[in-house]
């Protein structure tokens, strides 16, 4: 009976292996419906190229999910942060600590891109959070893996507040 048992373990755990994801529980060129499935819900939003979802999680942080399909192929993903801070600093704070969880996955960034269009907070870490709400600051972050690039961004406008979005986006075959 035991090895019955542990035979009946390992057929279930794929030998130890864990399925190789791009993200989420998901891998390049699954159908929408395979999507869906694996999303178990509806969308909130459905488009013939794209499901969006709403009430999602990337670590500890809401998001929505954008996925995106040519052919009916997903391709491209993103997590649009849905967290709205009174302090712009912290959603500096935020960037910070998922580019920290992308590393640890994905290690060192291949790109670390600081774009500045006012030096006025430049050098001063405590203000970087206002510096990106008022258009003056905006970074981004790339990653790559044999599939996938991975790419972490920030902006922002007085007028919208702060937008944060990871994306992952198929590498084309060469």
Same mark, same amino acid.
């Given at each position: 009976?035991?090895?019955?048992?542990?035979? /009946?373990?390992?057929?279930?755990?794929?030998?130890? !292996?864990? =399925?190789?994801?791009? +993200?989420? #529980? +998901?891998?390049?060129?699954?159908?929408?419906?395979?999507? !869906?499935?694996?999303?178990?819900?509806? =969308?909130? /939003?459905?488009?013939?190229?794209? /499901?969006?979802?709403? $009430?999602?999680?990337?670590?500890?942080? =809401?998001?929505?999910?954008?996925?995106?399909?040519?052919?009916?192929? +997903?391709?491209?993903?993103?997590?649009?942060?849905?967290?709205?801070? @009174?302090?712009? !600093?912290?959603?500096?704070?935020?960037?910070?600590?998922?580019?920290?969880?992308?590393?640890?996955?994905?290690?060192?960034?291949? $790109?670390?891109?600081?774009?500045?269009?006012?030096?006025?907070?430049?050098?001063?870490?405590?203000?970087? $959070?206002?510096?990106?709400?008022? $258009?003056? +600051? &905006?970074?981004?972050? @790339?990653?790559?893996?044999?599939?996938?690039?991975?790419?972490?961004?920030? #902006?922002?406008?007085? &007028?919208?507040?702060?937008?944060?979005?990871?994306?992952?986006?198929?590498?084309?075959?060469?």
């Amino acid at each position: 009976m035991f090895f019955v048992l542990l035979s /009946l373990f390992f057929q279930l755990a794929g030998n130890g !292996q864990q =399925p190789d994801y791009d +993200l989420r #529980s +998901l891998r390049w060129d699954m159908t929408s419906k395979e999507v !869906q499935a694996a999303e178990r819900s509806a =969308p909130f /939003l459905k488009t013939d190229t794209t /499901l969006h979802y709403r $009430g999602r999680w990337f670590h500890s942080f =809401p998001v929505s999910v954008k996925f995106a399909f040519a052919k009916d192929q +997903l391709v491209g993903a993103q997590y649009i942060f849905t967290e709205r801070h @009174v302090r712009a !600093q912290q959603h500096w704070d935020d960037y910070e600590a998922v580019a920290r969880i992308l590393t640890d996955r994905y290690g060192t960034p291949s $790109g670390d891109y600081w774009n500045w269009n006012s030096e006025l907070y430049k050098g001063r870490k405590e203000r970087y $959070g206002d510096a990106v709400l008022l $258009g003056h +600051l &905006t970074r981004s972050n @790339v990653w790559e893996s044999a599939r996938t690039i991975v790419t972490l961004e920030m #902006s922002g406008k007085p &007028t919208e507040g702060i937008y944060t979005v990871v994306s992952y986006a198929k590498k084309i075959d060469s």
